[in-house]
Structure formats: C-alpha cells, structure tokens
C-alpha cells in the first residue's frame, strides 16, 4: 500500500515562498504519475502541477506558471512543491497525489492536505 504525507504549509505574505514536501511510504515507483492540487474554499480541487515517473514536468496550471516549480525524486521517495511570488488566491489546500496504471483499472491515493494561506 501507498501512503502519501504532506508538509511545509503555514501563513505566508504575498509575495513571499513555501516549499512543499510529499513524502512516500511504499514503492513510489509504482505511482506512474504525481501531482499537487489545491482545493479553495468554495472551489473545485484542480491541479496545479504534475510530473511523470521520471520526474519531468508534464503539466503546469496557468495561475501558477512561471510561480511554481514541481519536483520529483524517486530516490528520497519525495514530491515538492517550490512556491514563489505567492498571492492571495493561491491560499487553499494542498494535496499530493499520485496514480498507478493498472491492467483493467487505475488507482489513486491520496495525502491530507497541507493548509497554504497568502495573506496581503
């Protein structure tokens, strides 16, 4: 079994930085792909970026584009999250995901969520 376990958030000024850490228990190679989404109070969870086993960026959500920078290390079974110029609107939860492909059917696991406040 995969567990996932986020950390790094806290209360940060706009414009300032947060590193977010995804830690791994079990094998992290067997999650072909790994993300970060956030969910805002009264919004949709959405992506904000993903990463592909070999820990090369696939995907980067507008807002955050040239802001965030995701990266995986399957060495130390660890996906982060570097957080720069944060906003106000970038306050929400953070979670770590990460997806096996399976023959006949897909899983997907879950952390706890990190809490990311921007204040202004």
């Known amino acids: 079994q995969v567990q996932l376990v986020e950390s790094g958030g806290g209360l940060v000024q706009a414009g300032g930085s947060l590193t977010l850490s995804c830690v791994v228990s079990?094998?992290?190679?067997?999650?072909?792909?790994m993300g970060w989404y956030r969910q805002a109070p009264g919004k949709q969870r959405e992506l904000v970026a993903g990463?592909?086993?070999?820990?090369?960026?696939?995907y980067v959500a507008p807002p955050v584009k040239g802001r965030f920078t995701i990266f995986r290390d399957n060495a130390k079974n660890t996906l982060t999250l570097q957080m720069n110029s944060l906003k106000p609107e970038d306050t929400a939860v953070y979670y770590c995901?990460?997806?096996?492909?399976?023959?006949?059917?897909?899983?997907?696991?879950w952390g706890q969520g990190t809490q990311v406040t921007v204040s202004s």
């Open positions: 990463a592909t086993i070999g820990g090369a960026t696939d």
């Open positions: 995901g990460g997806r096996t492909f399976a023959a006949g059917s897909d899983r997907t696991y």
């Open positions: 079990g094998n992290i190679y067997s999650l072909n792909v």
